[in-house]
């Protein structure tokens, strides 16, 4: 058997789609010619749709995959390109013959013509009378015969579905191919990348509750956090405060309180070259003065004594050599103070780049969990805020850590760094300090617990206060308050009314 | 080229008598046998065929009256043989009598029995004992009889119709294997229909009595039987009848998984046989030149129903022999499946 491709073009304004060589010359075979197109077209129009179904849900499921695993774009572009082939291949199916044998028992099968088209085509042992006889009646019978009627080009409505779920297939591994807009699951993406995705993401249409795809992104942020938690230095923090708690000594003497500020403002490049300044004058220094520094040193050594045993070290050896009076000691030392400064800057500022980082997921961490509502699992105890908390107060180290509220029946421990916000954007579980700064509050009450007194609602306060303090509504907040100036700003008072107005 | 259209003309006049004389068969016959048209056309078919039937029901359903009717219809030499447990081989192929010449000498003449006859009805034939029976198995297949060394030929055609009555077992010698195989068909009969039963009723007891006319003869049924030999069979539907015969060898890779389980002996080429030349002749009825796979499907049943040998599981799991031929049928492919 030989197949035949059709030709695109008529031939002489025909369509003699196939050669005579499988069908044979005679008026049987010519006839069962345009049969056997119309069959071979009209069953791969059935087969098409699983086949493209199969194809394109293969290929999307690749592409999805080359995206997760980070390769890149042109991959998926190639494997989409390579999901044509099947469908040029059933574009070449329906071009070409079939046997004659298989379309004549179709159309045997199709319309009940007891094998007469087959047995026509295949022949038989008869006597070439009868053979002759069964040809003429086979012939009379495919004369008969409408393919449009029998085979009509029409997907059964069963597979319109199977068609939909194809064109949708397709759709998505064109999108996720081209556009990228599909997450890399499972990658470890980068922080900012994820915060820009998730952000984008937030800032659509709000997930229903406990959306798979929220939780992953829940679980993402989760997990990049504590990927930046585990690269923080661990020396870093107690090199800060070490700066802070060195440069509190020092700026209380004449010649160290260039150095000392600077590294109480964590500026540790200036406090690197007032370092080297100052050894550069040491020896314009009277007695007096260089005691006075001596001193000043010392005392920053013993403050940044087991916080950061390096700075300590190089403040002690400074100190030292300005006692001793060798002075060249003296400027080696504060040469050497500067280095460590530098060193310790660098570490400072790369933990502070990390802490941002932290900052910003954990606020993309709880709009992420308030789109997902209650109920999400893994959120219980570790909800919204808390998470956020963690993630601040795992950076800042308690840098802002005080009591707060004393008076209102139990203690709040505010932690936290500070944080750019407004009052309109204000979590439930954040409030703006005395500073109109940024705060974090967890409600952490005492073990012993904490007297409670019982007021009158606008009785609050400092005992003898008048209950008709002019206030913005007599809205009963805590007048008296050692944090809250009496003349509170109105945009202020939902946050007051939020926390304080019950006694 | 004009000799060969006239020929082909010839041959399609030829087809169309022969396709209105079988039609007329089971017209007449239909008139004494109301409904069963399935049991008088396959009758008839085998009749064609030259094959022998083997008829099965319980009694009063017409079987006899059937074979009767048939004798009637078709001009031939018909003969019953009521079969019973004292019934001899000679009674049925004759026997050598003595006979006194003219000249006063004793000479041996051979009496032929009713075998010779060109429509055999053996009644209830599994009455006799398999000795008797095994007298029919000659005249069955070979077509002839052997009585003291000499060999009668029978005068074609020759069909022999039993008929078997399943109940009733006691004192009946089942009809060996060998005997079977022997029958193209068997045939089971049915109870009638109601409308059916109050046409027999309408027939059988009024004054008027249905007359049936000879529309054939022997030598038709002879041409006819020739004729549907010539029918063509194209290889992919011959393909499907070794199919079917293998699917019922418990041994062959192919067997059906019922075949496995319950058939000790699967059908015999002979039930190939039986199958193409009954399909061939479904052809020629309809008016058709070749055979296609529904008529070897039609053929199937009554052709192998006989010839599977069911084992002791089948007995014990109440298996029956069409139950194992539907799943055959079922699951067998056709080509273009």
Redesign the interface.
Known sequence: MRFELAPLIPRGGSWPAFRATAYGPDAFGQRLIPLARRWQRHRTLLSAPRVLTINFGLALLVVLGASALGLPRFVSVLVLGMAVIPVVALVGRALVAPPP??AA??Y??RL?????L???V??????D??????R???FEALEAVNPSLAFPYRVPRGDLGVVAVAAAALALGMLAATADVLPRLGAPAPASALAESLGSAADGAAPALADPAVLAQIDQIRAAMAELERQRDPDAAPAALAAEAAGEALRRTAEGRRLGRALDSGDFQAAAGEARELGEQISGMNSTRMDELADGLREASERAEGLDEGLANQLRAAAEALEAGRLADARSALSQLAQEIETAGATVQADRGLEAQLDQLARQLAEAESLGGEGLPGAEGDSLGDAAAAAAAAATEGSAEGTTGSEGGGDSVASGQALEGTLETLAPEQRLNVDGQLEIVEIKPTEEGAEVIERPVLELGPGGSSGFEASAGDRGFAVGRPDVARNVPLDMLPMLDRYFSEP | MTTAVNGSEATEQLARTYRDQAAAIVDEVGKLIVGQREIVRDTVVCLIAGGNVLIEGVPGLGKTELVRALGRAIDLRFSRIQFTPDLMPADITGTNVVMDGTDGQRTFRFEPGPVFANLVLADEINRATPKTQAALLEAMQERQVSVAREVYVLDPPFFVMATQNPIEMEGTYPLPEAQVDRFMFKLVVDYPTAEDLSEILDRTTGAAQPEVTRVATGDDLLAMGAFARRVAIAPHVGSYVVDLVKSTHPEDPTAHELTRQYVRYGCSPRAAQAMVLAAKVYAMLDGRYNVGFDDIRAAARPAMRHRLLLNFEAEADAVQAEQILDAILMSTRRAGD
């Not at chain 1, 009940?112 to 007469?116: D, L, N, V």
């Not at chain 1, 009378?129 to 069964?134: A, I, V």
């Open positions: 044998l298989a028992l179709a045997d099968r009940a013509m007891f094998e007469r087959s047995t026509a295949a022949g038989s042992r008869a006597d009378r009868m053979r002759e006889l069964q003429r009646d086979a």
